[in-house]
């Protein structure tokens, strides 16, 4: 079988880990990270145009329009060696990006997460947040392990945020699946296991298909 460098997207429903796999996935397969909530920073951090006008969209806690979205994600794209692989988390988030950034890189694997409704909403209405330093933590403590302050909850987390995010995600996102199995590219994989144990399934899925780390 003929070796290849991962060019890969990843997606699923809130609480299916992606970011978490996206970056171990990144870090054994020796390909950069491109996320979108860091290009977005970034743009920020230029103050360009761009950048002010995704501002508006964080600030409000919604998601950037096509257009907007594209826009960064062409020029953050351009900053990378495409030939060296590479790991998409957060982009894209529906099918019009997706052919989008088929115009930028081909990517030769999506990985869809699957995990029930039910599991999201009991994974997210677990969590906490650090009121100081914004760490994420699992439910069960009450104290930051980083710096020692209250954890609390966000309200973005809470069952009827949870679950309105689910449906955005089910009618946006989720058609991705259809896409990317036309094109010959999904992997979909039951997220419902631990996060060690799904991690591990994705290694040998992604070297028994041919990708070199």
Do not use: W
Not at 31 to 53: C, H, N, Q, T, Y
Not at 129 to 147: D, E, F, L, Q, Y
């Amino acid at each position: 079988m003929r070796r290849k460098r991962l060019r890969a997207v990843i997606f699923g429903p809130q609480g299916a880990g992606k970011s978490l796999q996206a970056l171990l996935l990144s870090e054994r397969f020796h390909v950069p990270l491109i996320a979108s909530g860091k290009a977005f920073r970034e743009e920020m951090g230029e103050k360009s145009a761009l950048g002010d006008l995704a501002k508006e969209y964080v600030e409000a806690g919604m998601f950037a329009p096509d257009e907007l979205a594209n826009a960064i994600f062409s020029r953050t794209m351009k900053r990378v060696d495409l030939d060296k692989g590479f790991m998409l988390d957060g982009y894209p988030r529906n099918v019009e990006q997706a052919e989008i950034l088929d115009r930028l890189a081909k990517v030769n694997l999506a990985i869809h997460l699957k995990i029930s409704d039910a599991t999201s909403v009991k994974r997210l209405g677990g969590r906490l947040m650090c009121r100081a330093c914004h760490t994420i933590a699992p439910g069960g403590s009450r104290v930051c392990k980083n710096c020692g302050e209250k954890l609390v909850a966000r309200e973005k987390d809470r069952e009827e945020a949870v679950r309105r995010r689910l449906a955005a995600y089910h009618f946006m996102t989720e058609p991705l699946a259809s896409y990317y199995r036309q094109r010959g590219v999904l992997l979909a994989v039951n997220a419902e296991q631990k996060s060690e144990d799904l991690t591990q399934e994705l290694v040998r899925k992604l070297a028994k298909l041919g990708f070199v780390a």
